[in-house]
């Protein structure tokens, strides 16, 4: 297997960063001990999985995406293991994986490394292990607080374990994030009140809060279909969406996008950055990267298949299967999507400089008198209905 080379890497002296912009990595860990029968990530089940296999595939991509910038690369400010499982990855791994990043890339001193775990997989000397690594933010995919409902999703932890993955993170890193799946079947608004105030009271600093969506092709969409899984209707999930406003942003920890809250400075820098439209590299099977190269926008996406990625790595040294350059339209319409999604939204006389367009100022008072749009200080931001209906906003504006 290919391991990373000292000969493989630009000279040191000619690493110097292009551009100040925020630059990001996302590292996709494609496996997981079990399929929660709600999602439809890139996420598989192996009997078995030798990381380090896995892991020098990771470090070639990683070297040839390097290579597509040049001998001058942007300074690396965010770091994001997802998956996948990404806490089913040795220390080892993890640091093997960093350091191939140092490697390659200039780092910002205060760069933020984030890894996602799930509590089924957490334990505390994993957890220093990651730290030792230089992971300084952790996500847990804790999903619900009550285990009819963590059975009822297909888990395979309790809530027992998930509050003990909580404080080992604390004892451990900077920032803990908690992913929570809300309008659950059956669940009611006090319901999940009482259980995001359990939520907040744990103090981490950010928190996930995704309504579950019922994806096709899934055992979930199954049910759904047959009448088995109920999910809340259209009005008790609007009262689900504002109970979850109302508490969190009275606990200081407000929406900052459609589903995650923080308090202030503790969003995810390496989030934010997908939302403002910024540029990351995305390595590991199914990962998505969007690259400024010689001026143009490319979107690149990888294998999904983690065998079919490996075989890829092996015979060409990477498995991008696509690199496509976006037109102007294309990219503005994303950055767009991308930027509405977010509480500041969007900045319109640099994305209209940055497009060399000018969106039209009528249909901005038509979407304020119906209250899906605000428009101040040159900011355009879709209020809390518009952001639930945000694909047809876009649709409106990009028109
Ligand atoms: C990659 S997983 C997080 C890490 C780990 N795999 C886990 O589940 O603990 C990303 C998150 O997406 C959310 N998610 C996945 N499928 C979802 C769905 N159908 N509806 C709502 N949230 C979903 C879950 O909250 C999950 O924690
Ligand atoms: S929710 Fe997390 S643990 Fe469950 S299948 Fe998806 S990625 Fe794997």
Known sequence: ??????????????????SCEPFGIYVH??????????????????????????????????EY?????????????TIFFGGGTPSLMSGKSVAAVLDTIAKLWPIAPAVETTLESNPAS???ERFRDYRRAGVNRLSLGAQALNDADLKMLGRLHGVAEAKAAVRFAQACFDHVSLDL??????????????????????????????QLTIEPATPFAVLARTGALAVPND??????????????????????????HANSGAEC??????????????????????LTLGGRRIATATERLPERWRARIETEGHALVERNELSS????????????????????????????????????????DERLLEFSKGRLAATPSGRLVLNSLIAELAD
Not at 337 to 365: H, I, P, Q
Request: one cysteine or more.
């Open 181 to 210: 799946i809300y309008a659950r079947p059956h669940q009611t608004v006090e319901q999940w009140r009482s259980e995001l105030q359990q939520a907040l009271a744990f103090g981490t600093d950010h928190l996930s809060l995704y």
């Open 1 to 18: 297997m290919h391991g990373p080379s000292r000969n493989s890497l630009p000279p040191r002296a000619f690493r110097t960063p292009v």
């Open 122 to 124: 957490a334990d505390a």
């Open 29 to 62: 860990w494609p496996f997981c001990t079990a399929k929660c029968p709600y999602c439809d990530f890139n996420s598989h089940v192996r009997s078995r999985v030798d990381d380090s296999e896995w892991v020098s595939g990771v470090i070639r991509e990683l």
């Open 269 to 290: 820098r390496h989030n934010l950055l997908y939302w403002r439209y910024g540029d990351y590299a995305g390595v590991g099977p199914g990962a998505h990267g969007r």
């Open 65 to 77: 995406v390097a290579g597509l910038h040049g001998p001058s690369r942007p300074m690396v400010e």
């Open 235 to 260: 009005d008790t999930a609007a009262a689900l969406y504002e109970a979850t406003q109302e508490i969190t942003e009275a606990a200081g920890l407000p929406a900052y996008e459609i589903s995650n």
């Open 329 to 368: 339209d294309d990219a503005a319409r994303e950055h767009l999507l991308m930027n509405l999604r977010l509480t500041e939204g969007l900045d319109v006389a640099s994305y209209e400089s940055r497009w060399g367009l000018s969106l039209n100022r009528s249909r901005f008072k038509t979407l304020q």
